[in-house]
């Protein structure tokens, strides 16, 4: 199963790209809720060129807001995410362009943006160079059990309301999961 998840026509991530706002589309405002990428997804991301013809990535300076965030998620890796995320430094991240109003939030357009890969059908970067954060959502681990983000915005919650509805919806096992965020980690230097 390790392919499924966004890599069948017409895909649930593809649909919610379309439709508004989501993990792909977010306010601008909103830095802190941008994930950090690994120096391993930046390679990945190397051969692709965003949607504008440019890289679509982008640094950013690390804030008390963004590690506030990162240690909730990982609430085991604090120390390492002050070593790794220091005030002061950088981090990168998916760059954002200006959304056009594109049928949806017409009121809001120009005050959210979408991911600088996503396309017309979904994410313009074959599913194996995504970030690991990418292959990962809307799906977390906290401890040893398999959640879900809470999201408003997010499609495939709307239609898959339990985990085993969204496993079936992507087409992932729970082991896959578990693997993509024990790679997420260790391509961080998290070490269990």
């Not at 995320?85 to 005050?111: I, M, T």
């Not at 969204?166 to 961080?188: I, N, Q």
């Amino acid at each position: 199963m390790e392919g499924g998840i966004n890599a069948q026509p017409g895909y649930v991530c593809a649909r919610c790209g379309r439709c508004g706002p989501g993990c792909c589309r977010m306010p601008l405002g909103r830095p802190e809720g941008r994930f950090p990428l690994s120096g391993a997804d930046c390679a990945r991301l190397a051969p692709y060129l965003s949607e504008d013809g440019t890289a679509g990535i982008e640094s950013a300076p690390v804030t008390p807001e963004l590690r506030k965030n990162l240690k909730r998620l990982f609430p085991e890796y604090r120390r390492e995410i002050d070593e790794i995320f220091p005030l002061g430094g950088d981090y990168r991240r998916l760059r954002l362009l200006p959304c056009a109003s594109e049928g949806w939030a017409a009121e809001s357009a120009g005050e959210y943006g979408r991911c600088a890969y996503l396309g017309e059908d979904g994410c313009t970067v074959a599913t194996p160079d995504r970030p690991a954060y990418c292959r990962l959502f809307p799906f977390w681990v906290s401890g040893k059990k398999l959640n879900c983000f809470a999201s408003d915005f997010c499609l495939a919650l709307r239609e898959g309301k339990t985990i085993p509805e969204l496993l079936t919806l992507f087409g992932v096992s729970p082991l896959d999961l578990m693997r993509r965020y024990a790679e997420l980690k260790k391509e961080w230097g998290f070490h269990s």
